[in-house]
């Protein structure tokens, strides 16, 4: 099995970056997992993933940093980034729970080059005042795994659990996504009323 990367390295030097080189956001585990009033760090929500057909249960109960409403996600992403271009790959640095985890290993045990994957994310930013929603999607995104040199799907999971965040107990995924043949959105507010959409695939000719 492909080792975790834990980082996409290079591609997440800034918090938040919109530039020629692309949109990236590091997110935190710590406040995305246990919110904590007053406490001012960017959270990233995976909200659905379905794999093939194999839906991820949204089983990480969250608060909402806006309305203080109790949820339930798939995952909590500590970086985000793509580089802004309709065909460019999505990639996500996120965590997940330990039944998650054993679905996503079941998945990795097979061929995952070309099978669709759709998913919901969000971003809720905040500088030293409320937050509010940075990147949102606004219908399910569609989409394949983007492949490496040998062919494989760009999907990977940890081993052992984040020492990040002991609890709730979670593991590291990383995964990056290419679009499918359909015309997406993709909403941005990098302040608090200034939303910039931008597309994401484009139709088949």
Known sequence: MKKLCFAFCALFLLPFT??????????????????QRGVYARVGQIR????????????????????QASYAVVGITQQYQWYGNVSDPMNFSFDV?????????????????GV???FTYQIFDVVSGPYWVGM???????????LDGNGHARLAVASSPNPSVPNPLNYAV?????PSALTQSVTFAPSPGMNVVKRWGAMAQ
């Open 97 to 113: 729970s330990a039944s998650n985890r054993a679905r996503l290993l079941a998945l990795l045990g097979g061929n995952l080059a």
């Open 48 to 67: 659905s993933l379905v794999i093939n057909g194999v839906a991820l249960a949204p089983d990480i109960s969250v608060i909402d940093p806006i309305s």
């Open 18 to 35: 919109a530039s020629a080189a692309g949109i990236s956001y590091d997110t935190s585990l710590q406040q995305g997992f246990n919110f």
């Open 174 to 178: 990383t995964m990056s996504l290419l």
């Open 116 to 118: 669709p994957v759709s």
């Open 136 to 146: 949102s999607t606004p219908n399910v995104l569609q989409g394949h795994f983007q």
